[in-house]
C-alpha cells in the first residue's frame, strides 16, 4: 500500500522568504499522481499543486514550486516570498494511476505540516 | 473545475442521534470520495460512492454506520449514525474532475456531546 510521510508537524517563516516543506511517499508503482493542498482555519481544501510521476519537469504555479525527486521518492514543495495568507496547514497527497479494488482513486494524504508565517 | 455546495458546514448533535451531511455538485460526476479528518490529524478516506452502486468502504468503516447515498451524477449524502463523542471530526466530500483534478466541499465540522 501507499504511503505519503510528511516529517515536519510545523514550520515558521518570515513574511517574504522562502520556505521548503517536505513529503516523502513509497510506492511501488511507476506511474502516479502528486499533490500539496493547503487548508486554512476556513477548512476549505485547496489545491495548490500538482505533478504528474511521467513528467521530469517540476511544476511551478506562481509563488509555489515542487522539487520532484522521483527515484528518492520526495515531493516537497517550495514557497517563495511568503505572505502572511500562505498560513495554514499544507497536506502533500498521492493517487495511483490505476484504480485498485474499491478504492478508485482516492487520494492518500501525508499527516500535515503547520505552516505558520510571522510578519 | 466543479463547485461543491456542502451542507451543514457545522452542528453540534447529541450522542445516540444521526446526521446527514449533503454535497451538491454542479456538474456530473463519476466518483465522489468521503473523508473524515479528526482533530488535528489528516484525512482519512471513509467511502468512495459510485452512482447507481453501493458505496465501497475502507477499513475500519462500515455501512451501517456511515451509510451513503449516491441518486445521482451531482448528489451524495452521507450519515453518522448513532453518534459518539468519538465521531466529532470534519467531514468533507470530494469528487475527481478531469481525471486527476479534486475538488472538496467545504467540510462539515461536527461535534458530538
Known amino acids: 500500500a501507499q504511503t505519503v510521510t510528511q516529517s515536519q508537524p510545523e514550520m515558521s517563516v518570515q513574511e517574504a522568504e522562502t520556505v521548503t516543506l517536505s513529503c516523502t511517499y513509497d510506492?511501488?508503482?511507476?506511474?502516479?499522481?502528486l499533490f500539496w493542498y493547503k487548508q486554512p482555519p476556513s477548512r476549505q481544501m485547496i489545491l495548490v499543486i500538482r505533478?504528474?510521476?511521467?513528467?521530469?519537469q517540476n511544476a511551478t504555479e506562481n509563488r509555489f514550486s515542487v522539487n520532484f525527486q522521483k527515484a528518492a521518492k520526495s515531493f516537497s514543495l517550495k514557497i517563495s516570498d511568503s505572505q502572511l495568507g500562505d498560513a495554514a496547514m499544507y497536506f502533500c497527497?498521492?493517487?495511483?494511476?490505476?484504480?485498485?479494488?474499491?478504492?478508485?482513486?482516492?487520494?492518500?494524504f501525508g499527516k500535515g505540516t503547520k505552516l505558520s508565517v510571522k510578519p | 473545475s466543479a463547485v461543491i455546495s456542502q451542507k451543514p458546514s457545522r452542528d453540534i448533535c447529541q450522542r445516540g442521534t444521526s446526521l446527514t451531511i449533503q454535497c451538491q455538485v454542479d456538474s456530473q460526476v463519476t466518483m465522489m470520495f468521503w473523508y473524515r479528518q479528526q482533530p488535528g490529524q489528516s484525512l482519512t478516506l471513509i467511502a468512495t460512492a459510485n452512482q447507481g452502486s453501493e458505496a465501497t468502504y475502507e477499513s475500519g468503516f462500515v455501512i451501517d454506520k456511515f451509510p451513503i447515498s449516491r441518486p445521482n451524477l451531482t448528489f451524495s449524502t452521507l450519515t453518522v449514525s448513532n453518534m459518539s463523542p468519538e465521531d466529532s471530526s470534519i467531514y468533507l466530500c470530494s469528487v475527481v474532475v478531469a481525471n486527476y483534478g479534486y475538488t472538496f466541499g467545504s467540510g462539515t465540522r461536527l461535534t458530538v456531546v
Open positions: 497527497a498521492y493517487r495511483s494511476v490505476w484504480n485498485y479494488g474499491g478504492s478508485q482513486g482516492n487520494l492518500i
Open positions: 505533478q504528474e510521476a511521467y513528467k521530469q
Open positions: 510506492t511501488s508503482e511507476s506511474d502516479y499522481y
